[in-house]
């Protein structure tokens, strides 16, 4: 949020979304169809408003927008937005995961007004789907390797990133349950990507 945005918390939001015209207020996010409109649309669909989206090309474009008085509020990353919070220059009203984020314990989840909200950006290490198990399997071990090494963990829980790491099959098993539920969202909200 723009620092000088009316709503000082998650109730407020919902409270100033109620009481105003969609067209009203707007949401800036990094793209159509990115997991940040995506949390945008569970957002409205949860609460029962609505926002006008406003896509722009990249995070950057976004932050820039919000800085500059062009855009109130915006769906970012953490890890994006954190750096200019703590300085004071844009106000997060919460995080997207189902609980507070290590590096800001102060800033509530979503989730503690909104149940069922959860909306997580998440990055995968792929393979072709032909690749030799022993492949795979030494992939993720170095994956893990690396996420655990005390250097690489430290940075990620500066920035507001929590390392995960899992096996192929769990993996797999999160990307299925991830595109339907998304996919599920995107329906109800209209969104395609052309």
Known sequence: MATNFPAKNIPELIALLRSRPARDLAYGTSGV??????????FG????????????RGSGQVTTALLSGELSIAFDNFSSVWPLAREGKIR?????????????????AIAETVPGFESLSWHGLFAPARTPAPVVQRLQREAAAALA???????????????????PEEFRAFV?????RWGDVAKRANISID
Not at 33 to 42: E, F, I, P
Not at 98 to 106: F, L, N, T, V
């Open 176 to 180: 299925e349950a991830e595109t339907k």
């Open 92 to 108: 997060i009203l919460g995080v997207t995961s189902q609980g507070r984020a290590e590096a800001a314990p102060d800033i509530p």
């Open 33 to 42: 169809g990115t997991s940040v409109h995506l949390a945008g649309a569970l």
């Open 149 to 167: 090494a005390p250097a690489v963990a430290q940075r990620f829980r500066e920035l507001g990133i929590t390392p995960v790491g899992s096996t």
């Open 45 to 56: 669909q949860l609460t029962g408003t609505e926002m006008e989206h406003v896509p722009y």
